[in-house]
Nanobody, 119 residues
Framework: QVQLVESGGGLVQAGGSLRLSCAAS????????MGWYRQGPGKEREFVAA????????RYADSVTGRFTISRDNAKNTVYLQMNSMKPEDTAIYYC????????????WGQGTQVTVSS
């Protein structure tokens, strides 16, 4: 059974930094991509960043480009999100996301970790 366990959330002041981690376990297939989504208060879940597992190619939402950096450790099946110059509008529950599969591509989600940025 695939499990995604996030850690690193918390409270930070505007302008500060946090680093999120997401460790995947129970993988019996190839990982295509891992990434992060977030859902702010009263908002829909939105894309934040993603990384292609094989090539390391990255993609970011416009709102976080230049401030957030996604990276991976293939050996540990772990993805990271370094968040710098944080803003109050970054406040959200951050969810880890994994796409993978050898024949059929499936999506998996973590339980979410709260990130709060105070002004």
């Amino acid at each position: 059974q695939v499990q995604l366990v996030e850690s690193g959330g918390g409270l930070v002041q505007a302008g500060g930094s946090l680093r999120l981690s997401c460790a995947a376990s129970g993988l019996t297939f190839s990982t295509t991509r891992m990434g992060w989504y977030r859902q702010g208060p009263g908002k829909e879940r939105e894309f934040v960043a993603a990384i292609t597992w094989s090539s390391g190619a990255t993609r970011y939402a416009d709102s976080v480009t230049g401030r957030f950096t996604i990276s991976r450790d293939n050996a540990k099946n772990t993805v990271y999100l370094q968040m710098n110059s944080m803003k109050p509008e970054d406040t959200a529950i951050y969810y880890c996301h994994l796409l993978g599969g050898d024949i059929v591509t499936r999506a998996f989600w973590g339980q979410g970790t709260q990130v709060t940025v105070s002004s």
